[in-house]
């Protein structure tokens, strides 16, 4: 079954903003934490932010503090990245990802499809 579905990609100058959506059902709408993460063409998938459900407790990546934003909306089961100020280096297939331990570790247990955030310089 369907569990993470990511929306909002797309092509953006830089220094422009998207707010990335991820739709959680299933197993992903009961887990402990959510997260985004990206990779970019070449590089390893890195952590660019987290949140959990229930006090919704946030930390951001240092690439990313004071421009990206995560957020949730629990009634919805919805997780949000707004992101602002987009950098070409913010060029990446964002994934959405769901976790059951309650520990800060990168390891998420149900991953989505992504979503491809494309910055023009």
């Known amino acids: 079954q369907v569990q993470l579905v990511e929306s909002g990609g797309g092509l953006v100058q830089a220094g422009g903003s998207l707010r990335l959506s991820c739709a959680a059902s299933?197993?992903?709408?009961?887990?402990?934490?959510m997260a985004w993460f990206r990779q970019a063409p070449g590089k390893e998938r890195e952590f660019v932010a987290r949140?959990?459900?229930?006090?919704?407790?946030?930390a951001h990546a240092d690439s990313v503090k004071g421009r990206f934003s995560i957020s949730r909306d629990n009634a919805k089961k919805m997780v949000y990245l707004q992101m602002n100020s987009l950098k070409p280096e913010d060029t990446a297939v964002y994934y959405c990802?769901?976790?059951?331990?309650?520990?800060?570790?990168?390891?998420?247990?149900?991953w989505g499809q992504g979503t491809q955030v494309t910055v023009s310089s």
């Open positions: 990802a769901a976790k059951f331990s309650a520990t800060t570790s990168y390891d998420y247990d149900i």
């Open positions: 299933g197993r992903a709408s009961s887990a402990y934490g």
């Open positions: 949140i959990t459900w229930s006090v919704g407790a946030t």
